[in-house]
């Protein structure tokens, strides 16, 4: 509050009298800040028996005591988030005269997955209880150790259906090639519908049952692609019919499995003219 240094008037000296306020805002931001937490267990011993006694001690994420749950948050949404090296949160935390090296943060890191692996484990459990999943693969840069290159690695991506009626469950598996035989043992005795793009890589899982179910966002590319370059009737004509199944999914969003398997039949007939897509 930026209030007046007296409260009588600049021009007769009377009495001044508040009417009203401006208010301004203006959009701050507070830094991390580092901070050490202090824990204290007293120890008692009984005066008898000598038999000593204390609180145990507050459970920890990883197997120090030196990191709280706020910095490895902190560390792991930066790093893998934000995409910050771990270089430039040791530089960001020596500013603020924190000593903090980047191998005890991969260290850290590193300890964390080993935490964490139970939850994955379980993620992956409930993700293969699905009939219903979407899978793709995304490039990631993967240092080579001791050679100071970089090399080609890839994040393998597993997601449920929407409409499995519960919350979306995505999984990622971390391979250093996009060779199909990753998702074949990710998958192994699987069975279910897949919407994968056309990667070759996913075909041997069809070949095994896997049922699958193409994307169009991936198909549309190939119409647009010829649209774009010859001008194509059939082309134009597809993308047409596309862009209609988009505007049905976009309305049937928020609708139940119920409501859409109503709703989908009509919408297929509107979309295609009574024809196939």
């Not at 459990?125 to 693969?137: G, I």
């Amino acid at each position: 509050i930026h209030d007046l240094a007296r409260c009588t008037c600049d021009q007769c000296d009377g009495q001044l009298v508040k009417i009203s306020e401006d208010v301004t805002e203006q959009l701050d931001v507070e830094p991390a800040r580092f901070s050490v937490i202090r824990h204290v267990y007293p120890q008692y011993a009984c005066r008898q028996c000598e038999t000593l006694s204390a609180e145990p001690a507050i459970p920890s994420v990883i197997d120090s005591w030196l990191a709280s749950p706020s910095i490895l948050a902190w560390i792991v949404v930066s790093k893998y988030l934000d995409h910050l090296p771990l270089y430039r949160l040791e530089s960001m935390a020596e500013r603020n005269g924190v000593p903090l090296p980047r191998s005890t943060m991969s260290e850290w890191i590193g300890r964390l997955g080993v935490s964490l692996q139970p939850l994955y484990d379980r993620l992956v459990e409930r993700l293969r209880q699905q009939t219903s999943l979407h899978a793709d693969e995304t490039p990631v840069q993967q240092l080579d150790p001791g050679k100071g290159k970089t090399r080609r690695a890839y994040l393998w991506a597993y997601r449920s259906n929407d409409l499995a009626g519960a919350a979306p469950i995505v999984v990622f598996d971390y391979q250093i090639s996009r060779s199909g035989q990753h998702a074949a043992a990710f998958l192994t005795d699987w069975k279910g519908t897949l919407m994968v793009d056309d990667y070759a890589g996913y075909k041997a899982l069809f070949r095994e049952g896997v049922e699958e179910q193409a994307c169009w966002a991936h198909a549309r590319r190939k119409f647009y692609d010829l649209h774009k370059d010859l001008n194509h009737p059939v082309a134009a004509e597809a993308l047409t019919r596309i862009s209609r199944l988009y505007a049905i999914e976009a309305e049937a969003r928020d609708l139940t499995i119920e409501e859409r398997h109503r709703t989908l039949p009509c919408g297929r007939i509107c979309s295609t003219g009574g024809g196939g897509v």
